[in-house]
């Protein structure tokens, strides 16, 4: 039987947020045996602990939401994909503010940490949620679907799709989550310029900017309006009759897009409470329908105890 696993040591790591723009420092420390994740808001009275399980989101629009009694936190799915898959299963994780700090908007930070302290093996054994059956979960809506089938470890194949001429259709799979680090981890986030506006009047992405998103203008617009935008985003004027990728760093693979949704898939699957063995084929997933299985994922399995 494989051992419960913890870090060595802490480490945090610091930058804005995404979504709120503020200066964010998140620690992840060791924890006992049987702990799994909780994230403690240490800059609240009192500290208060949110477990990390699916059933505590409350929201996922443009990231995974957090909610317990009124205390909440979000943007949490790049760290708890860099813990899951890294293996760990127990981990305290403190915050000082309502949302993790974004970094490049990838995982590799979280990873580097983990690498940096090491990993500790306990005394607990650990209890895996297997898969006995098909399990599926359809949005007939917005066309997206995931499906996880019986296997002997955990693996993922993600779909995108989208109606664009520079982000077209792309795949991504991780068959073994210790090729994580080189394979998925460095996958940064993603926006359309035209989903920037709607965005930032949701209150939403007040941290954005080309070091933290790969940013996509597929469909032209006035070059007023795009210097509109580029006022807003606090980056020089492009010409608008230029459509492609825009951000500071290029590309790390030409399907990174797809490669990111399967890291979120990842990170919103941590939050079912258990390590998995089961084969996910997540077709055009989002934050809402990760949850909204992973919360299907957490009745089987207190179903079952």
Same mark, same amino acid.
């Given at each position: ?68 009694? =009124? ?201 079912? =409470? ?11 997933? =989002? ?19």
């Amino acid at each position: 039987m494989s051992k419960q696993k913890t870090l060595k040591d802490k480490f945090s790591l610091s930058s804005k947020g995404l979504h709120t723009g503020l200066d964010l420092t998140v620690t992840f420390c060791p924890a006992p045996e049987n702990f799994g994740y909780q994230i403690k808001r240490v800059d609240l009275e009192g500290q208060p602990l949110i477990p990390a399980l699916a059933d505590e989101v409350a929201e996922t629009t443009r990231g995974t939401v957090l909610v317990q009694d =009124g205390v909440k936190v979000s943007t949490v799915e790049h760290g708890m994909a860099a813990l899951f898959a890294s293996d760990i299963d127990n981990c305290l994780i403190e915050v000082n503010g309502p949302e993790f700090p974004i970094l490049d908007g990838s995982a590799k930070y979280f990873i580097e940490g983990i690498k940096n302290v090491g990993i500790v093996e306990q005394e607990a054994e650990k209890e895996y949620f297997e898969i006995k059956h098909k399990m599926e979960f359809r949005d007939d809506e917005h066309g997206g679907s995931i499906i996880m089938y019986p296997d002997d470890k955990f693996s993922i194949t993600t779909l995108i799709s989208y109606d664009s001429v520079i982000l077209p259709n792309q795949y991504a799979t991780l068959e073994n989550m210790a090729q994580f680090d080189e394979e998925i981890s460095e996958a940064r986030t993603f926006v359309f310029v035209r989903e920037i506006e709607p965005l930032l009047n949701a209150g939403l992405i007040k941290g954005g900017d080309l070091d933290n998103a790969i940013v996509i203008y597929e469909r032209q617009m006035t070059q007023e309006r795009y210097n509109k935008l580029a006022d807003i985003m606090r980056v020089p004027h492009m010409d608008a009759t230029r459509l492609g990728y825009i951000m500071h760093k290029p590309l790390v693979w030409s399907n990174e897009c797809a490669r990111h949704k399967l890291l979120d898939v990842i990170g919103d699957m941590a939050l079912i =409470g258990k390590p998995i063995k089961g084969h996910i084929i997540a077709t055009r997933p =989002g934050h809402t329908i990760n949850n909204k299985f992973a919360r299907l994922m957490r009745e089987e399995l207190l179903k079952n105890r």
